[in-house]
């Protein structure tokens, strides 16, 4: 149990849908991340939370919308995803940005 | 930019310990070295973290040389659950963890 929760743990979407991942920390942290690990390639910063505001956009496509409505709380809404868009989504989380993170089991997501 | 090096690979025995190098000879002053472990359809793990001086908390040690520019992560007595992915990652004082390949690392009974 690492204080960070992810639902759903596997999804299994068309490209034409319109899906959310949910990441929720119990840990009182600050700060939020959303991360992409694909196969055979290191993780990928998507995105960056600090107290609520989007500090970080790592030039990802606008299919991928991040809502961050309290420090607990992050969402990914997904709409006309690709299928290379396959992966492990992981959310992780850290008391402030310098801190170390702590990461949920992520988000299996596969676009057919 | 690859700032660490690590071996792809390495075997130990249930019960022994485990010695993970990492190389980082590009390393600056106010760059902390970070490790993290990824066990399968799990998502990575904390271990311990330090900047110059030796670290150890209740899951490993960590001993970076006194140039800093390599570290080894220890794993006292290693069990089967320790089989896993190990990223050594150099971190400055921000948000960003960049993970290479790791080192896998295969506990035997």
């Known amino acids: 149990e690492t204080g960070v929760t992810q639902t759903p743990r596997h999804l299994v979407m068309g490209m034409t849908n319109k899906k959310s991942l949910k990441c929720e920390q119990h840990?009182?942290?600050?700060?939020m991340y959303w991360y992409k690990q694909s196969a055979k390639k290191p993780l990928e910063l998507m995105f960056v939370?600090?107290?609520?505001?989007?500090?970080e956009n790592n030039s990802v496509p606008s299919r991928f919308s991040p809502e961050c409505p309290n420090s607990s709380h992050l969402f990914l809404h997904l709409h006309t995803l690709q299928p290379e868009d396959s992966a492990l989504y992981l959310c992780?989380?850290?008391?402030?940005?310098?801190?170390?993170?702590?990461f949920g089991d992520g988000t299996r997501l596969s676009i057919l | 930019d690859a700032k660490t090096t690590q071996p792809p690979s390495m075997d130990c025995a249930e019960g022994r310990a485990a010695n993970l190098p990492c190389n980082h000879s590009?390393?600056?002053?106010?760059?902390?070295v970070y490790w993290y472990r990824q066990i399968h359809s799990q998502g990575p793990q904390y271990i311990i973290h330090?900047?110059?001086n030796n670290e150890t908390n209740e899951m490993a040690s960590l001993i970076i040389t006194e140039d800093r520019k390599s570290s080894t992560l220890i794993l006292p007595h290693a069990t089967l659950r320790d089989t896993a992915v190990y990223y050594c990652?150099?971190?400055?004082?921000?948000?960003?963890?960049?993970f290479g390949a790791g080192t896998t690392v295969t506990v035997r009974a």
């Open positions: 992780a989380s850290s008391q402030e940005v310098a801190q170390p993170q702590h």
């Open positions: 840990l009182g942290h600050n700060a």
């Open positions: 939370y600090n107290f609520k505001e989007q500090t």
């Open positions: 590009t390393i600056s002053g106010n760059e902390y």
């Open positions: 330090g900047l110059k």
């Open positions: 990652i150099v971190r400055g004082h921000d948000y960003k963890l960049s």
